[in-house]
């Protein structure tokens, strides 16, 4: 399950309110739940459930298969509600959603997203607390989307997801930037589960939206957005023609951090058009950008890609560098940016299966195992460690 061993223990404050939530979502009682788990094929009593909300108990992982079945979300989503305690000693002190959600932008500008989530957290819950009315949902609905971004970034895509549809749900009360906000995160989430077909749809329509409202900036990430969607689905060329357009229209509006992440994106493309020698300068251009500007994450990107560049040079001393370096920078402030490990350890692997390195293939691969449980995205990697692993278990 990835969550702490206490929390499972002693049960988790955190869960049990998610849970209450979900619960009062739906309408249900105790004993509505109840006979709905009954109904999927499991047996919560309510005494029970009450004990898991009040975070007396930990469920057991058939008790949370059933209630994910009840409440219509993935198990992995308690996992992650648990994983997010290791942030609420970050929660600042303020119950001014205005500072908070400022405070929130400024983490996320700087990589500290544990900080943000806990900063949009804090305002979500502050806001709830206030009367009902036009100018609160409007706001409430402005910082939804931003706690999605965090969530987004910490790797917990099923609960960002969660977030985004729940703002969308009142569209009324959305400015038509906050819409296309909404729009284009439901599409990056969308790609990093795969699904480039639903991805690619709505990033159109935000792209649209954003055109037909003079959004420069996030008509700039649409293009963007549907520039990774090509390139997930190896249409380098297509991919590298949407990053040019997506670029231009940055430069139109000054935005220089994401004007970083589409050198990345041109230069991977170069390189899996095998255009390595350039795309290898555009990345280590990006990857200087990125450490002028101090932005973590992109670093450890630009330097995880460069890795993977060497590697199908077959420069091993090179790409073990860059993974080296990129593993320094996806660690942080007790975030651990999964993704960008994953990639990293997998090339590990490959390395050493390829220098018939046993000790550094068995430490790689158990990194792998660790990493997959956190990890929610999909991307070719991803799918080549899982079907290996469904074959040994077949072999098994």
């Not at 220089?256 to 058009?273: H, N, P, Q, W």
Request: charged share 30%; hydrophobic share 35%.
């Amino acid at each position: 399950m990835g969550s702490q061993a206490a929390a499972k223990l002693k049960g988790s404050t955190r869960l049990g309110n998610y849970l209450r939530k979900l619960r009062s979502g739906y309408g249900y009682s105790l004993r509505r739940v109840e006979e709905r788990a009954r109904a999927e094929g499991g047996e919560i009593d309510n005494s029970q459930l009450s004990r898991y909300e009040k975070g007396v108990c930990y469920p057991s992982f058939d008790k949370l298969r059933v209630l994910a079945s009840v409440f219509n979300v993935s198990i992995q989503s308690f996992s992650d509600i648990v994983d997010l305690e290791a942030f609420e000693e970050l929660t600042p002190d303020t119950n001014d959603p205005n500072e908070l959600n400022e405070r929130g932008n400024e983490a996320m500008k700087a990589g500290n997203h544990g900080i943000a989530f806990a900063c949009f957290e804090r305002a979500i819950d502050v806001l709830l607390e206030r009367r009902n009315d036009i100018q609160r949902n409007r706001q409430l609905g402005k910082i939804r989307v931003n706690q999605a971004s965090a969530l987004t970034r910490l790797g917990k895509l099923s609960l960002a997801e969660q977030e985004l549809r729940t703002a969308l749900r009142s569209p009324k009360h959305l400015d038509e930037t906050t819409r296309v906000r909404a729009l284009l995160s439901l599409a990056n989430i969308h790609a990093d589960l795969g699904d480039t077909v639903l991805s690619e749809i709505e990033a159109e329509k935000a792209s649209i939206m954003a055109n037909q409202h003079s959004l420069v900036r996030l008509e700039a990430m649409a293009r963007h957005t549907l520039a990774r969607v090509l390139a997930d689905q190896q249409n380098f060329a297509g991919a590298v023609d949407a990053f040019r357009e997506a670029a231009h229209l940055y430069t139109n509006c000054g935005e220089s951090f994401e004007a970083v992440k589409v050198r990345v994106g041109i230069g991977t493309c170069y390189v899996d058009l095998g255009k390595t020698r350039e795309g290898v300068r555009m990345l280590r251009t990006a990857l200087s950008e990125a450490k002028q500007a101090g932005h973590r994450r992109l670093q450890a990107f630009a330097w995880s890609n460069l890795g993977q560049a060497y590697y199908r040079q077959e420069d091993c001393e090179r790409a073990r560098g860059c993974f080296r370096e990129s593993d320094a920078l996806a660690l942080y402030n007790n975030e651990k940016q999964a993704d960008i490990l994953f990639l990293n350890a997998y090339y590990e692997w490959r390395m050493a299966a390829d220098s018939d390195n046993p000790t550094r293939e068995r430490i790689a691969f158990g990194r792998l195992k660790a990493l997959r449980s956190d990890l929610e995205r999909r991307f070719p990697e991803v799918e080549a460690f899982d079907r290996h692993l469904e074959r040994g278990y077949r072999r098994a």
